[in-house]
């Protein structure tokens, strides 16, 4: 049997003008959408108090690699994103692959009767339940936190 943490985790949908914000119970068998958060000065600071409030074990921010596997303008956006929240006072950030999750996003939307127009401010959480939802079914069946770890950047001295 694989073990599995405990734990409130936060799954994270950077996007250039909003950022997704999804969760799941401690025992991670459901994520569900927090919240859009606008991706302006303050978007890593909500992040934080999201994370705090909800007592998170740990911040999931998808990296979106392109169907090969390699970074994008998106996925040295997402780095940069996640290496601020990782040097903030905030709990550990992993970067996992989030390929599609946008794209699987839309088409749970259109299945819902949802139009694109209509989708748009939820469609970064419903990404964002996508990825994590994903990352907690690779730690479920690994053993192993999914992704990779981001390490909070070293003041100098």
Not at 30 to 57: F, K, Y
Request: with cysteine; aromatic share 2%.
């Amino acid at each position: 049997m694989t073990s599995f943490r405990r734990g409130v985790r936060l799954g994270i949908d950077v996007g250039r003008a909003r950022v997704g914000v999804a969760r799941c119970d401690p025992d991670g068998m459901l994520a569900t959408p927090v919240e859009t958060v606008a991706r302006d000065d303050r978007a890593v600071a909500r992040v934080r108090e999201i994370a705090t409030e909800l007592e998170a074990l740990e911040i999931l921010v998808g990296l979106p690699l392109n169907l090969r596997g390699e970074d994008t303008a998106s996925t040295v956006d997402a780095r940069e994103f996640a290496a601020t929240i990782a040097a903030a006072d905030a709990p550990p950030v992993r970067l996992v692959d989030e390929r599609l999750s946008t794209v699987s996003a839309h088409a749970a939307l259109r299945l819902s009767g949802r139009s694109q127009k209509r989708s748009r401010t939820i469609l970064d959480q419903v990404a964002a339940v996508v990825l994590l939802q994903q990352a907690l079914e690779v730690e479920k069946s690994t053993g192993r936190p999914p992704g990779s770890p981001v390490p909070p950047v070293q003041e100098p001295i």
